[in-house]
């Protein structure tokens, strides 16, 4: 969930779209260990996941 933006929601289907994921690491460029948005790990990882009604309301007061 802590890769989802916006653009990744559709009220209108009720779905929130699941294409990326949030990692802590550290790459080679980095200099510590900071947050990075990746694709999924795997084809299966890509989904979309139904918006219930209490999460419609909560997204709707934003």
């Given at each position: 969930?802590?890769?989802?933006?916006?653009?990744?929601?559709?009220?209108?289907?009720?779905?929130?779209?699941v294409?990326?994921?949030?990692v802590?690491?550290?790459?080679?460029?980095?200099?510590?260990k900071?947050?990075?948005?990746?694709?999924?790990?795997?084809?299966?990882?890509?989904?979309?996941?139904?918006?219930?009604?209490?999460?419609?309301?909560?997204?709707?007061?934003?």
């Amino acid at each position: 969930m802590l890769a989802v933006q916006i653009s990744d929601i559709d009220l209108e289907k009720g779905s929130i779209d699941v294409n990326k994921t949030l990692v802590y690491q550290r790459y080679l460029t980095d200099e510590r260990k900071e947050f990075h948005i990746e694709p999924p790990k795997t084809k299966q990882s890509y989904r979309k996941v139904p918006i219930n009604s209490i999460c419609r309301k909560y997204i709707q007061m934003r």
